[in-house]
């Protein structure tokens, strides 16, 4: 797997991963599948454990960014954001060629095709070596979706939000119930947390920070979807 230069949020289809150089783990963003899925790959650098969010798609493809910016035998820790079928295609493959912990919130769990080994939901934390994601449920675009939030030592946030937060809105509801709930979630548990240079990680496409949304949030909340 090739590796982008410079870091800038963006990875193309079949084009190479980008890789984030932080204190003390690197984040490396690839696209894969039809649906420009956004998977990461979290390596602690003490210890060279490695975590996997969502396995999308392609996974060869994933193993060899694993591979790339670390060792798969490392990779001992997989999240699922969320149940829908598009962020877990690879799951399958995945786990039957390293045989991680898979982790995913209760209420999507019955949902994926593979079982998770643990349910994790709301102050739950998935470690990786010396470091670890804090996990975050956010109601709305599925049941269980949920994000995932790395405090770098220098005091930077690092979230990744499935398909929950994007640039320029929340993930797809399919109700006015939903949405609601959704951007309640999110004001409260994300926006009202955490500062605004706090770097988002999406499911698809580009990221953004919590600074550059904030503003949006009463839009947000009034177009109702």
């Keep these: 797997m090739d590796l982008l230069d410079d870091y800038t949020g963006h990875v193309d289809p079949e084009g ?8 003390a783990v690197t984040i490396t963003k690839v696209s894969v599948g039809p649906m420009d899925n956004n998977a990461y790959v979290l390596v602690d650098k003490a210890t060279g454990r490695t975590l996997l969010i969502d ?25 699922t954001t969320h149940q829908h079928w598009d962020h877990v295609q690879a799951l399958g493959e995945v786990t ?10 209760p209420l999507d769990a019955p949902e994926l095709p593979v079982a998770p080994d643990r349910t994790v939901g709301d102050d739950d934390q998935v470690r990786f070596g010396d470091s670890f994601v804090e ?20 005091g930077s946030g690092h979230i990744f939000t499935g398909d929950s937060l994007f640039p320029g809105g929340h993930g797809r509801t399919t109700t006015l119930e ?34 550059a949304e904030r503003p949006s949030l009463p839009e947000w909340r009034e177009r109702g979807w």
């Design 178 to 211: 939903h949405h609601n709930s959704l951007m309640d979630e999110l004001e409260r548990k994300v926006f009202g947390r955490f500062d605004d240079d706090t770097w988002v990680y999406p499911g698809h496409g580009d990221d953004t920070t919590l600074g």
């Design 96 to 105: 039957k060629a390293v045989s991680p912990t898979t982790y995913a919130h």
């Design 55 to 79: 396995a999308a798609n392609e996974a060869d493809r994933l193993l060899d960014t694993v591979d790339t910016v670390g060792s798969r035998d490392q990779l001992k820790d997989l999240v």
């Design 135 to 154: 996990v975050i449920h956010l109601d709305g675009h599925t049941p269980g979706s949920i994000a995932l939030y790395y405090k770098d030592p220098d």
């Design 16 to 23: 190479p991963a980008a890789q984030r150089d932080l204190d």
